[in-house]
């Protein structure tokens, strides 16, 4: 039984050795080469989304001005510090194209009044390797009549961004 | 030989009929009861809250230098930096995801991970607050959705508000992400 395992045991072992010598090209003279192949592939980075949004306070006075004229008020919205406080920038550090939406949702307790961004989209090119981020940027206008006059610092409504893959 | 008898025993099944009804009603009209308000607490716990939740406890700290972005106003200024692939692992109810925001940003954020389907919204989860400098890569499954979901590919968003740090008030701002969603058992 003893003589069974050995033989077994050795053949295992020279059965290993002789796929070892197999997968090898052996050097066989005195200052022999031997070469073998450094192969690579090129792994694509994923899509990497990075977005940097930034906004003013979002905050707006509801005017009332009264025209002798015509003996009625006329209402206008304005921006408490337009051209700073209303705007909306996008900048794209992604590794992809974006393309950049914005939609004004009113909101529920104060209705009736519009939010308008001057531009409704815009696509952001993915930047230059070593280069800035590329940007845009959009001025939310309010238009319409509010549902309560009465406003103080009062919601009146929210804007989504939204960014897609270009 | 007489077996002595109590006369004044209550019949037995005067004592187990009413039993038996009190269990009968609970089974037809509280616990199904319970079941629904359990199932409406895990649907309020997937919105986003108009004042700043407490932090998330899923994300991690991240090593980050930037410096904050250039903002003029008052206003907010975020940096977002994330995959729109998303995995969902129904049997582990646990949703993988990569999703954060930089140190650079000076607002903490909320993401709700949305499934859209047949113009209809599920939201799967929903984070607690992810403040500047966190990274977020594993949400807990809605437990009410997990038990209808099915394997596939889905389309979905990421749903990502934000909040003050000082005040915890939510921004006026939000931000839409088109997302891909896999979902396995």
Do not use: C
């Not at chain 1, 200052?31 to 192969?39: F, L, P």
């Amino acid at each position: 039984m003893k003589k069974i395992l050995s033989f077994i045991l050795v053949m295992t072992l020279i059965f290993s050795l002789s796929l070892t010598v197999n997968a090898a090209n052996p050097i066989t003279t005195d200052g022999g080469t031997d070469t073998a192949d450094v192969t690579a592939t090129y792994i694509e980075s994923p899509d990497i989304f990075a977005v940097d949004i930034t906004w003013g306070t979002l905050t707006y006075n509801f005017v009332e001005t009264w025209l002798p004229d015509i003996r009625a008020n006329s209402y206008d919205w304005i921006a408490t510090e337009p051209g700073v406080t209303d705007k909306i920038t996008v900048s794209n550090s992604s590794n992809v194209r974006i393309n950049v939406s914005f939609a004004y949702t009113q909101d529920t307790t104060t209705t009736g009044v519009i939010g308008l961004p001057s531009v409704t989209s815009f696509v952001l090119n993915q930047p230059e390797e070593g280069g800035t981020a590329t940007s845009n940027f959009t001025f939310l206008k309010l238009s319409g009549t509010p549902s309560w006059f009465l406003l103080s610092h009062t919601k009146v409504g929210s804007i989504t961004v939204t960014i897609t893959k270009s | 030989m007489n077996i002595p008898t109590n006369k004044n025993a209550i019949p037995m099944y005067l004592i187990f009929t009413p039993i038996l009804l009190v269990i009968i009603l609970m089974s037809v009209f509280v616990l199904p009861n319970m079941q629904h308000q359990e199932n409406d607490i895990s649907r309020l716990d997937m919105l986003t809250p108009e004042k700043a939740p407490q932090q998330e406890l899923n994300a991690s700290r991240v090593e980050d230098t930037t410096d904050t972005i250039d903002s003029n106003t008052e206003g907010g200024a975020v940096s977002l930096v994330y995959s729109d692939k998303v995995s969902i692992d129904i049997s582990d109810k646990r949703v993988s995801l990569y999703f954060m925001n930089p140190a650079r940003s000076n607002q903490d954020m909320v993401i709700q991970v949305i499934i859209q389907r047949n113009e209809n919204e599920y939201i799967t989860a929903r984070s607690d607050l992810i403040p500047p400098g966190f990274l977020l890569q594993k949400l807990k499954l809605n437990s009410v959705l997990s038990e209808y979901l099915q394997e596939g590919i889905y389309s979905g968003i990421f749903n990502v508000v934000y909040y003050d740090p000082d005040t915890g008030k939510k921004a006026s701002v939000n931000t839409n992400i088109p997302i891909e969603i896999s979902v396995t058992k």
